[in-house]
């Protein structure tokens, strides 16, 4: 990391380099709102010459997962551990979509199997749902370094595999956790407040599928009185089942 003034960061951006404004947080857990804004500045390499990839081109879900493990489509790949393509029942009803991968998912390469994965699991269960009824995906299928958020590139490489996820399961409900993810199936702004996107029943592209945006449990292990909001919002996506 590079403390870069504002001159310096003016020049890289002449140059053409790619910056991303990073913020650092502990490794524990996912992605998530509600953090800390840095100072510092990351720079972020993007990749050449890359392969075109179509959400279209799969055969099965496996093939989607073996493609994210061997998936070199953005500098990501050189500092994971695991990749995480996702788990769950191939034919759930609901898809519960994160934003990256935290450490422990790294070294897994399973989805939401830290401290955020265990408050998931109760927020399933409370549905009445086992975790192996839904299927769990994330929008980046690697850890960006010291968990910070993915720059828009990296989103841009790994949205065919979760869009050929979607289209493959045909939930009948897609929860989005967290405010990158939900931007990246909404298409929304940048800076589009998770307050402008949880609370109403959206669509996903134009399959019609019901899309309920709530926070991150990373988020909610840092802010415990927002809990009953998130319980608010699994409502909403439940009643969106009858």
Request: hydrophobic share 40%; proline share 7%; glycine share 8%.
């Amino acid at each position: 990391m590079t403390i870069l003034d504002r001159r310096r960061t003016q020049i890289l951006g002449q140059m053409g380099i790619a910056i991303w404004k990073s913020r650092l947080y502990p490794d524990e857990g996912a992605t998530g709102e509600g953090r800390p804004a840095g100072n510092r500045i990351e720079l972020v390499e993007e990749p050449e010459n890359i392969e075109i990839v179509d959400s279209g081109q799969f055969a099965n879900l496996e093939e989607v997962a073996s493609a994210v493990r061997g998936c070199q489509r953005c500098p990501l790949y050189r500092e994971r551990k695991n990749a995480v393509p996702g788990r769950g029942n191939p034919a759930a009803d609901w898809m519960f979509i994160g934003e990256a991968p935290g450490r422990d998912e790294d070294l897994q390469g399973l989805p939401f199997v830290g401290r955020s994965g265990q408050l998931l699991t109760s927020m399933i269960s409370a549905l009445g749902l086992a975790r192996d009824q839904v299927f769990i995906a994330n929008a980046i299928k690697c850890r960006p370094p010291n968990n910070r958020d993915p720059a828009e590139h990296e989103v841009e490489q790994c949205k065919p595999y979760l869009k050929a996820q979607i289209d493959m399961v045909k939930p009948r409900v897609i929860v989005a956790l967290g405010r990158i993810s939900a931007r990246l199936l909404l298409d929304a702004h940048e800076k589009t407040p998770m307050s402008e996107l949880r609370g109403a029943v959206h669509r996903y592209e134009k399959t019609g599928i019901p899309l309920i945006v709530t926070y991150h449990p990373a988020y909610l292990l840092r802010s415990p009185d927002q809990k009953r909001i998130a319980w608010q919002d699994l409502l909403l996506a439940r009643s969106q089942m009858n």
